[in-house]
């Protein structure tokens, strides 16, 4: 009898433990568990990189429906650091961030960087560690073609302006226009939804991101200008220098020999 319970005992404690092996070899988290080195060396190790970009951002981050693929500036950026780091563009995974979820996954180790239209900003500083600046933006308006709104002045008691969960635009516009109602949404594209059906007068993001949206529908423009900077920066996990440095360097050498104006050239027209 207690002999049986003990096998008992050790066979439960045997599928446990090979229940939480399983778990771990499932598990697809960019960093891995061999914690004595660092991340530049982990990246090396593993050779990939894996990357958080937009999938819903025309010319910066877009999954195009046919192809699969993902699209854009921020994309063709990625690839070139993955060439640098790694010797191939190839050498990089591509997984979905929205402005939200960003740094809690790259907090996470899902991912090894953010390459996301992300605007460096003291506050973020506290939880990230971002590359030098390698875009500018500014934050603008995006409007129906008619609308009375022609910028900030015309955003009032009553007025609805839609912005996106986690961005500073969301932040910024309440600072600006402190009358507004600010309705948040998950992403960008049920940003510009929302604006196509009515449920507000403006949407506020980077003038990049809008001219994407502009793009996809000629119907809406941009308003006011911009009223903010948002230099765009690479994050990373918080204290590692190495990563911080290859990044860098790598895109010191793009700009250098001309791929960042190619890749620039290609997204950007307006800027
Ligand atoms: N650049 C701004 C930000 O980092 C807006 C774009 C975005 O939501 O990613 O929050």
């Known amino acids: 009898m207690f002999k049986s319970k003990k096998r008992k005992l050790g066979l439960i404690l045997f599928l446990a433990l090979s229940m939480l092996l399983a778990a771990c070899g499932k598990d697809e988290k960019a960093s891995t568990t061999n914690s004595s080195k660092n991340a530049l060396e982990q990246i090396k190790e593993r050779d990939k990189i894996v990357i958080g970009v937009k999938y819903d951002t025309r010319l910066f981050g877009l999954k195009n429906p046919t192809s699969g693929e993902v699209e854009g500036f921020d994309i063709d950026i990625s690839k070139q650091l993955a060439k640098e780091i790694l010797g191939d563009e190839k050498k990089v995974e591509f997984k979905e961030v929205t402005s939200k979820t960003r740094i809690p996954m790259l907090n996470n180790g899902d991912i090894d960087a953010i390459v996301a239209t992300m605007t460096i900003s003291e506050e973020r500083k506290k939880e990230v560690d971002f590359s030098d600046v390698y875009f500018d933006a500014g934050q603008s308006l995006l409007v129906k073609k008619g609308s009375p709104i022609k910028g900030l002045q015309d955003l009032k008691k009553g007025t609805k302006v839609l912005a996106v969960k986690g961005s500073t635009s969301a932040i910024n516009i309440r600072e600006k226009a402190p009358d507004a109602t600010v309705l948040e949404y998950e992403n960008y594209t049920e940003a510009f939804t929302a604006l196509k059906s009515g449920q507000g007068d403006a949407l506020t993001t980077d003038?990049?991101?809008?001219?994407?949206?502009?793009?996809?529908?000629?119907?809406?423009?941009?308003?006011?200008?911009?009223?903010?900077?948002?230099?765009?920066?690479?994050?990373?996990?918080?204290?590692?220098?190495?990563?911080?440095?290859?990044?860098?360097?790598?895109?010191?050498?793009?700009?250098?020999?001309?791929?960042?104006?190619?890749?620039?050239?290609?997204?950007?027209?307006?800027?």
């Open 207 to 271: 003038d990049s991101i809008l001219y994407g949206m502009v793009d996809q529908d000629p119907n809406y423009q941009l308003v006011g200008g911009t009223f903010t900077e948002e230099p765009y920066g690479i994050a990373v996990k918080k204290g590692n220098k190495e990563l911080v440095d290859a990044i860098n360097n790598a895109l010191k050498k793009m700009k250098e020999d001309g791929r960042y104006d190619e890749i620039k050239n290609k997204w950007i027209k307006t800027n």
